[in-house]
């Protein structure tokens, strides 16, 4: 799971590349599972998440 801002609707590839991720790292603030949550972060401004593999 991870966040996203209202009305925008994730890809597939997306999708695809937070699982990757997921399954690669533990549990953050980028991507997170149903045993780990993390709060709502702040969405307003226009920055992206980015991964650091």
């Given at each position: ?10 890809t597939v590839?997306?999708?695809v590349e ?29 920055q992206p ?5």
């Amino acid at each position: 799971m991870w966040w996203i801002r209202e009305g925008e609707f994730p890809t597939v590839d997306e999708a695809v590349e937070k699982l990757d991720y997921l399954q690669k790292n533990e549990a953050s603030e980028l991507v997170f599972d149903f045993k780990k949550k993390f709060p709502l972060p702040d969405l307003t401004n226009e920055q992206p998440f980015v991964f650091n593999d």
